[in-house]
């Protein structure tokens, strides 16, 4: 060996070389990174480590020019761990639960038996490896996806309402399907016994609080578009028909490195715009859109997609056209909202306006 580096784990000395290959596979949980070595194709250790990012960084470096992978898979615990292998020179990758290899079999699942078998995959090469934000790109989307979880929340809290005045057998006062200012106030007039009325006026004064919330967040977000990072991002999404300010921010935000996608179809399937496809032999199925990206963002396309339809010639031709070839309103509209993210994508990429036909 011209040269060698010790790695002491579990009462063992493991001699790296300067022609080994090692790989490493973490299970990371909130209290605990379960570790597992590969040394040429051989596990040779694995361990139970704080999570404590620094310590195991410290742990893995001895490892030196031999290490070649170190992966764990993407969830709760965040990219910290992932930042901070970074800034020690360790080539750390973070993978997609949803794009590794299932067997079909499997046998007992143990956290232990997570790590070995990421550092397998990652010997093979058999992950994807995810495009990690930087910490501000993260804390700017951070922003958008707590305003869109306070929508959800209100939205729930709006159907909740509705089933206590069907259930009470009580009549919705006018508006209330718009939730106007008049209907909420035609709910504290509603005449009703103390109990039903303390629990009816708890549920509104609810409601007010998360719509006050949301407009603090959104005055956030206008400030977050006037920032030297999403200004001129923002306002060239908004050259699109039908995208307003609150899409423009979530397609931005959420497509944080448009430069690692390569063709269209990868936009699409990143925003969970493209049907799952069944085939076998020389019959073809189209099914329900695949899980993936996030809902709300998806939810927005489609709402721009409506407005690109109602508002220009060419929205109203695609949505015409996609309607005649699939027979249903629901694939055409969101075979629009397919193309608008895809002429976003090509915008930012291109640093271009809309251009029609372009």
């Known amino acids: 060996m011209a040269h ?8 063992k000395r493991i001699l790296v070389g300067a022609q080994d290959e090692v790989f490493v596979g973490l299970d990371v949980h909130t209290g605990h990174v379960n570790v597992a070595v590969r040394l040429n194709g051989q596990q040779v250790a694995r361990w139970m480590s704080p999570p404590a990012s620094a310590r195991l960084a410290k742990s893995l470096r001895p490892l030196g020019t031999a290490l070649r992978k170190v992966v764990y898979e993407a969830g709760p615990t965040g990219y910290n761990l992932y930042r901070t292998l970074r800034a020690q020179d360790l080539p750390a990758e973070v993978w997609a639960p949803g794009k590794m290899p299932r067997p079909a079999n499997r046998s007992n699942k143990t956290d232990r038996k997570d790590a070995a078998t990421l ?25 958008m996806r ?63 609080h998360l719509e006050g919330l949301k407009k603090r967040i959104e005055k956030k977000l206008r400030e977050l578009a006037r920032t030297g990072r999403h200004a001129a991002g923002e306002r060239l999404l908004r050259t699109h028909p039908g995208v307003g300010p609150l899409t423009a921010m979530n397609f931005l935000l ?4 448009p430069e690692r996608f390569q063709v269209d179809r990868q936009v699409s399937t990143y925003l969970g715009l493209v049907p ?6 020389d019959r073809r199925v189209e099914g329900p859109l695949i899980r993936s990206g ?65």
């Open 294 to 358: 996030r809902p709300s963002l998806r939810s927005m396309l489609v709402q721009a997609a409506w407005q690109w339809v109602r508002q220009g010639r060419e929205g109203t031709a695609l949505y015409r056209r996609l309607l005649r070839n699939t027979g249903c309103a629901q694939k055409a509209i969101v075979g629009v909202a397919r193309q608008i993210s895809v002429n976003l994508w090509h915008m930012l990429r291109r640093g271009e306006a809309y251009r029609p036909g372009g």
């Open 119 to 143: 550092a397998e995959y990652a010997q093979k090469d058999l992950g994807a490896p995810i495009a990690v934000p930087s910490s501000q790109q993260e804390a700017d989307r951070q922003v």
């Open 254 to 257: 959420e497509i944080y490195q």
């Open 4 to 11: 060698c580096n010790v790695l002491a784990k579990n009462g």
């Open 146 to 208: 707590t305003r869109n979880q306070l929508v959800n929340k209100a939205r729930r809290l709006k159907q909740q309402i509705k089933s206590f005045l069907h259930m009470h057998g009580i009549a919705a006062p006018a508006g209330l399907e718009g939730w106007t200012r008049a209907a909420m106030a035609g709910l504290h007039k509603l005449s009703l016994g103390p109990e039903l009325k303390f629990c009816l006026d708890l549920l509104a004064e609810e409601l007010v």
């Open 276 to 281: 799952r496809v069944s085939q076998s032999g």
